[in-house]
T-cell receptor
Framework: NAGVTQTPKFQVLKTGQSMTLQCAQDMNHEYMSWYRQDPGMGLRLIHY???????DQGEVPNGYNVSRSTTEDFPLRLLSAAPSQTSVYFCASSYSTTLSSGNTIYFGEGSWLTVV | LAKTTQPISMDSYEGQEVNITCSHN???????ITWYQQFPSQGPRFIIQGYKTKVTNEVASLFIPADRKSSTLSLPRVSLSDTAVYYC???????????????FGAGTRLAVHP
């Protein structure tokens, strides 16, 4: 049981390049989400998905695309990278969005992205 | 929609009890309150969860008043290794679809000093 796996762990991009951050979970969780965390700041929700084929925007969705073709995978795409997207990105999953007893969020180890 | 509100930072010394309070005025009826801890360069990890009154585990206690509009995380006898950011999390209901956006607040940066 690997939990939530993110790749790559580190990436440097040039302005205007595109890339995809991969996220996979093996817990059969319906809910998956992406957060970004800027230095010294809290977590901000980018996009989330409540199941295969269903995605929606979070707090800071501009510049990012997502898709959810399978329950296991939830990739985050940067279409045209900008320096403002330099951040640490965390993928997370949970059984559902209701914070009921026993349902907690599992986080990946993070992906450090630098856009120059 | 109101987010959670926590103090931005707190300082403490080893061996003291630390209490961090979170306000969540728009908590949904069926939602639990969950607290997470984040060390530098790591993803957040679960600490404790509760619905009402008091919950205690080996790490912390969680106090929730009857109106559930706030909660207090209590860390007994903190050590240097408790230096981290602590997040209070509640689901915020959308107006359509019934799905919750799981939005974190800014968190509380706790510094424990020798």
């Amino acid at each position: 049981n690997a939990g939530v796996t993110q790749t790559p762990k580190f990436q440097v991009l040039k302005t205007g390049q595109s890339m995809t951050l991969q996220c996979a979970q093996d817990m059969n969780h319906e809910y998956m989400s992406w957060y970004r965390q800027d230095p010294g700041m809290g977590l901000r929700l980018i996009h989330y998905s409540v199941g295969a084929g269903i995605t929606d925007q979070g707090e800071v969705p501009n510049g990012y695309n997502v898709s959810r073709s399978t329950t296991e995978d939830f990739p985050l795409r940067l279409l045209s990278a900008a320096p403002s997207q330099t951040s640490v990105y965390f993928c997370a999953s949970s059984y559902s969005t209701t914070l009921s007893s026993g349902n907690t969020i599992y986080f990946g180890e993070g992906s450090w992205l630098t856009v120059v | 929609l109101a987010k959670t509100t926590q103090p931005i930072s707190m300082d403490s010394y080893e061996g003291q009890e630390v209490n961090i309070t979170c306000s969540h005025n728009n908590i949904a009826t069926n939602d639990y309150i969950t607290w997470y801890q984040q060390f530098p360069s790591q993803g957040p990890r679960f600490i404790i969860q509760g619905y009402k009154t008091k919950v205690t585990n080996e790490v912390a206690s969680l106090f929730i008043p009857a109106d559930r509009k706030s909660s207090t995380l209590s860390l007994p006898r903190v050590s240097l290794s408790d230096t981290a950011v602590y997040y209070c999390l509640v689901g915020l209901p959308l107006f359509s679809g019934g799905y919750n956006k799981l939005i974190f607040g800014a968190g509380t940066r706790l510094a424990v000093h020798p």
